[in-house]
């Protein structure tokens, strides 16, 4: 396997004696090394890993990614002269990682449920062997990022064997059958030598041909993100609340339903179980699509309570690397990071004690440019084997107290072209998704507007404006209702807010954990909203002819119409709903 994180320079592997001058939790001090920056060291009798972050003079600062409790000065330090690196191949899809790509159930089952320091597990198998077809043949010119094979990584997931992006070269050989992946599987004219697994530094985006526009959707199936806040493949959103609104359902849900090929999960663990849930949970999630298990199209970083800061830091790198490897192969990825801030705080954490001079609420000064290091590479991309693949990011942010003001939140809202605003009260409300339809926005809107038209309903976006519309004037009207009660106003504008409500309960909330409701299609969003936007406009017609705001409100279509979602016919249903709507109608002499 030829190591592609060096390219440029292959330099002496000579012995520098280091050692530990200074522990300060995650963060040691060493001397007598001579290392760059973010190499990878060895530090104490432990041989702990820790990543090289500072260098002044002749001391080197480094963050270790395992407790250094049992860690002091004079013990020995090894530079490495590697970067910190991700394994990248086969075997990747349904394991579950810690931040540094240790499989945990590798690490637990050597070591039971506490992490011991000092041990490295390979990423990927370098046991097990995988069924290699090559798609290329001896003679042909491949360069970096050529699909060389293809390897049945999952049931349902083909991986696509990538030239590591920076060698090239005329095929001398090339091999079918079961392999290892450190197996040469394909040898160049030139000698080099390709095996299924690449290394790859997790700071360094990995490179594709070309930057594609954002203009196709990322399908959620939850119709308040589709319909009014969409994200587009290739794009990032993201997702403050406080705690108990929501943000961990949201995640879920698009793991679990957006129409991305592959999924990657990085747990920050909120609350002290909350990742143990998710180690239990995930594994037993049903891919809606294939019925075979989430997990064969998903990768898991797991950063419980009991890991250091560091690996914490790490793992959003990791992931990353991970999303962008699957994208490379052309295929639709998307990351989840649940929740970003704890990112931010092991920054902070880091930070503190190096001593830096800290910027706003304790947080390092280049906490935004970390964060917009982050969300920038997502995107919808052409290959370099020219397919295109996509990396779209959505992170989850907890602002203490759920105040939006704070540099975590803030300094994301920046980057990201969605805002999905988790409200509290709405949460107080039982609304659920709680998403504030008022102060959340999509900056995809706009180019994502044709696809819908093309692909759903010509009326998509208008629909949405005129939704939006209704919403609006229903916060206009709030105050004056609260002040005289709803009866003082015209009825015109009761039936306004009647259809507010209606948009509000029926289209809006979405209840995750009903079978039906949990998912639904975008044909069924549109006609749903379609369906209420009638009943709207026949009750508008109706008071033009006398018809009373209550005999409105009392038809039964509305309720027909408020179940709807639930329905596993629905197009029975919507047919009722509307055979309803026009005997109600027709009986007030409204239509024909
Ligand atoms: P957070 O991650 O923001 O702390 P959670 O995602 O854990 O919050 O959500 C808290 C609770 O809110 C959930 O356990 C669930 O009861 C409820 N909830 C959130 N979203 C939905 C939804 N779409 N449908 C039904 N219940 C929901
Ligand atoms: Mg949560």
Partial sequence: MQEIERPEVTRPMEETAGEIYRVAGPVVTATGIHPRMYDVVEVGHEKLMGEVIQIVEEKTIIQVYEDTNAVRPGEPVRDTKASLVAELGPGLLGTIYDGIQRPLKVLTETMGDFILRGVSAPGISREKRW???PTVAVGDTIQGGTIIGKVQETTHTEHRVLCPPKMSGK????KEGEFTVTDTVCTLDNGQKISMMQKWPVRV???SAEKLMPSIPLITGQRVLDMFFPVAKGGTAAIPGGFGTGKTVIEHQLAKWCDSEIVVYIGCGERGNEMTEVLTD???LEDPRTGAPLMERTVLIANTSNMPVAAR????????TIAEYYRDM????ALMADSTSRWAEAMREISSRLEEMPGEEGYPAYLSSRLSEFYERAGRVKTLSGAEGSVSVVGAVSPPGGDFSEPVTQGTLRITKVFWALDTRLRERRHFPSINWLTSYSLYNITLSDWFVENVSPHWSELREWSMAILQR???LQEIVQLVGSDALPEDEQLTLEVARMIREFFLQQNAFHSVDTFAPLDRQYELLATIKRFSDLAKKALSLEVTYQELADMDSITLLGKMKYE???AGEHKKVMDKMDEEFRQKEVMS
Avoid: M
Wanted: proline fraction near 10%; glycine fraction near 10%; charge should be negative.
């Fill in 171 to 174: 095929v001398a050989d090339i």
């Fill in 330 to 333: 052309g295929y639709d990825v």
């Fill in 131 to 133: 069924g290699f077809t």
């Fill in 205 to 207: 985006p990995r490179p």
């Fill in 474 to 476: 229903e916060a206009e």
């Fill in 313 to 320: 830091e790490a793992s959003v790198y990791t992931g990353i």
């Fill in 282 to 284: 995930f594994p037993k």
């Fill in 568 to 570: 596993e016919d629905f």
